[in-house]
């Protein structure tokens, strides 16, 4: 009795803590210099990049960090120089799925050059850059497998991964307008490497997530060619840079050196030297990536 | 099955083990420090120390320590104003976790032993601390050797859990490998295997040194 | 102070609060099976591990050191992972065609085996705790060996045994959130999940955590009553 008392007093004396815990985030939250103004002032900016996604940023066999995103960094810190006439030193921080939120929170990253996609349910969260990278959804199957487009699921066992939001959210939308009847079954994975495992053991009948993303998964199989991507994009997944909220002078300017990336070739350039034929992964740009940064070379 | 898949990765899995010691031997010592003070602060007789500590001990042990590992995961990078690498972060989540477990051993063993003992040491005249160093403390670590060597072991298996943010322990290499090479019956029975030893030593040792504080009562 | 604008309507929003619930349910399915399980095998093994057949015994030891001396997780992912390709390839192929939900499935199995290593621990040492006294008493009134073990033996044994149990069930209903890593949507991969479309990661958490907590203590609540409810009268508890 005197036991059980003491458990309804703890519960009571826990749910208190809990609340008083919790007020301590809805605390107003100090207004935030801006990021370019602090950028002057310290001369560094800290860049979020992954480590482990090939080409965006990993770690070669060199034991270097490089990618992509490290190129297009660089851009962004040399503009940053011309801007303030002065060396600007660029911080490299690792940021992966689970921590880039507090990283971009708490300013720890002016800014995250990941493998995003741009989902306006993020945008409540934090700020997009304009698009910089264009992919959609495709499969990836044995060889030999019959499944060669989406009606071909009906009734098979689809592998996604569990982050990959807007994937899910695409192949929820086809099974619901009955593309796939009967519908496929999902199941989820922690990574995609786990996928890929569960893929080669026949668990699933095929993997589903970004086309980038497949291209590097085949590639680094141990035999390649025994898997094909196939099917058309199911959807679009437009990749941007994570930024602070409500910045709008950084991200205008982040926006800018995109922009005129576009336009003077250097993204392409940069695009050919990890996605070309002589890149980490070869993934050819498709036109509708072309005709997205066409798009996005606003005039002066 | 094919086992030249262990020996081709033997020493990106070891290295994995390396990693998993580091991480049970800090935190243990940082689990059984912080046990110490948290487990004294329980039983202390100042509600101001006691209650938070109450708190402390049962809020973590309601809790998986997977989403522990998360809470510091976010949690780090906030309080530090800087990302930690995960090896850091699972450190703080395992220590943070731990420490409530030990806490509560440390409180069992002090508890164990018997108030005449306490009575008898203030009536020949010793102070608190003394009576606490040199009649309850002896006596209570002895009491609570098994225990925290069995809990030791358990924070080794738990160590396996840092796999969830990606460190590369030795259960992440092995997935890593089985990714890789699709050898997943021998590489988690290999995996399984070395746990088991080592895990099974360090309960024998236990059991054998349980024994022997038997004999000594 | 970090800038961060709270959103805590974003746990009962459609469709992550209807989510989130069916999160607590698995969480809670998954953890009541794998214990049904692992007390049925716990009192089995227990029975092995007293029994007076040699090879009994020592299987009972091998099996409780095994499950208990191996990390959960490398049991689970040992299930899911390697378990399946164990059976012939037609096999494994139906296993996979005609089982959905498989990690589900294998998540309980997982979890079972462990828990039920030291759920017969907890048996076996309960019962050597029961004192000579009693059976002797039995025995000289007249009651046979299993009527001894009926009437009075495992009544005794399984009073005593309530709080250990209770321990053990709450480590089991927390072990479960180690299901996520096979995909398993429980209240952790829930929160996972969640947090992955949303981003609201320190909201769900919260949840997630206040979830765990306020199960916790139900049960508590609910064993110290079960307690009281079946304490023999005049037994000194007993400290553990």
């Not at chain 2, 809990?151 to 322990?169: C, M, N, P, R």
């Not at chain 3, 209240?187 to 949840?207: D, H, K, M, N, P």
Request: proline share 5%; net charge positive; with cysteine.
């Amino acid at each position: 009795m005197r036991k059980s008392r003491h458990h309804a007093q703890r519960l009571g004396v826990l749910v208190v803590t809990f609340f008083i815990f919790s007020m301590f985030f809805f605390l107003p939250p100090v207004m935030a210099e801006g990021v370019l103004d602090r950028i002057e002032k310290s001369g560094k900016v800290s860049m979020g990049h992954r480590e482990g996604a090939v080409p965006f940023g990993y770690i070669n066999e060199q034991g270097e960090w490089v990618g992509f995103g490290m190129d297009l960094g660089a851009q962004i810190a040399k503009a940053l120089e011309q801007k303030f006439g002065k060396p600007i030193e660029y911080v490299k921080v690792p940021m992966n799925p689970k921590n880039r939120i507090p990283l971009v929170v708490n300013r720890t990253v002016d800014i995250g050059i990941g493998s995003t996609t741009i989902t306006l349910e993020r945008e409540n969260m934090v700020d997009f850059s304009l698009p910089y990278f264009l992919t959609g959804t495709r499969l990836l199957v044995p060889k030999e497998s019959p499944i060669s487009d989406y009606p071909d699921l009906a009734g098979k066992r689809v592998g996604v991964g569990q982050g990959s939001t807007a994937n899910i959210k695409g192949l929820q939308k086809v099974i619901d307008t009955k593309l796939i009847d009967p519908p496929c079954e999902m199941v989820l994975f922690e990574d995609h490497t786990r996928g890929f495992l569960a893929l080669q053991q026949g668990k699933i009948h095929a993997y589903f997530t970004d086309a980038s993303m497949l291209a590097g998964m085949r590639a680094k199989a141990q035999n390649p060619e025994e898997w094909k991507i196939v099917a058309d994009y199911l959807t679009y997944e437009p990749y941007g840079f994570i930024l602070p909220q409500n910045d709008s002078p950084w991200r205008d300017f982040v926006n800018a050196v995109l922009v005129g990336m576009f336009k003077d070739g250097t993204f392409e350039e940069t695009y050919n030297k990890w996605f070309g034929p002589q890149g980490e992964i070869e993934l050819p740009m498709t036109n509708e990536y072309k005709a997205m940064i066409n798009a996005l070379s606003f005039p002066d | 099955m094919d086992w030249t898949v262990i020996s081709r990765n033997i020493d990106f899995l070891l290295g994995g083990l390396v990693v998993t010691f580091q991480l049970a031997v800090i935190s243990l010592a940082g689990g059984i420090f912080f046990g110490v003070l948290l487990g004294l602060a329980r039983i202390s007789s100042r509600k101001y120390i006691s209650c938070p500590a109450t708190l402390y001990i049962h809020f973590f042990r309601s809790q998986p320590l997977i989403l522990v590992i998360f809470w510091f995961y976010f949690f780090v990078p906030i309080l530090f104003g800087k990302p930690m690498s995960a090896f850091i972060s699972a450190i703080i989540g395992f220590i943070a976790f731990e420490t409530a477990y030990f806490a509560e051993i440390i409180r069992g063993g002090i508890q164990s032993i018997s108030k005449g003992q306490m009575q008898a040491a203030y009536a020949t005249g010793m102070k608190h601390h003394q009576v606490m160093r040199y009649i309850v403390l002896p006596q209570a670590l002895k009491n609570m050797l098994p225990s925290l060597m069995t809990q030791s072991i358990v924070l080794f298996q738990d160590t396996s859990l840092a796999y969830v943010i990606g460190l590369q322990e030795f259960l992440r290499r092995t997935s890593l490998v089985d990714s890789r090479e699709v050898k997943s019956i021998e590489l988690y029975l290999f995996s399984a295997l070395v746990y088991l030893v080592i895990c099974l030593t360090m309960s024998l040792f236990v059991r054998r040194f349980e024994n022997k504080v038997h004999q000594g009562v | 102070m970090i800038d961060y604008n709270f959103d805590w309507g974003i746990i009962w929003q459609q469709p992550y609060g209807p989510l989130f619930l069916n999160g607590i349910k698995t969480t809670l399915i998954l953890s009541a099976c794998a214990w049904i399980l692992a007390f049925c095998l716990g009192i089995l093994v227990s029975v092995f591990r007293v029994s007076s057949s040699k090879p009994l015994r020592f299987f009972g030891a091998t099996y409780v050191e095994v499950f208990r001396n191996i990390p959960l997780l490398v049991q689970v992912f040992f299930w899911y992972f390697a378990m399946p390709s164990l059976f012939p390839k037609p096999m494994e192929l139906w296993l996979y065609d005609n089982i959905s939900n498989l990690p589900f499935f294998l998540g309980i199995l997982a979890l079972a085996f462990y828990t039920s290593a030291r759920v017969s621990e907890v048996f076996r040492s309960t019962l050597l705790s029961v004192p000579h006294g009693q059976y002797r008493a039995a025995y000289s009134t007249g009651l046979t060996p299993y009527k001894t073990y009926r009437f009075v033996v495992l009544p005794y044994a399984f009073r005593l045994s309530i709080p250990p149990l209770t321990t053990e069930f709450l480590s089991c209903f927390k072990n479960s959130a180690l299901t996520m890593t096979i995909g398993v949507l429980e209240i952790t991969g829930t929160t996972a999940y969640i947090e992955s479309f949303t981003w609201r990661g320190l909201e769900v958490t919260t949840a997630a955590s206040f979830s765990y907590l306020v199960i916790t203590l139900c049960i508590i609540a609910l064993m110290a009553f079960v307690e009281k409810k079946t304490r023999i009268a005049g037994m000194i508890h007993q400290a553990r």
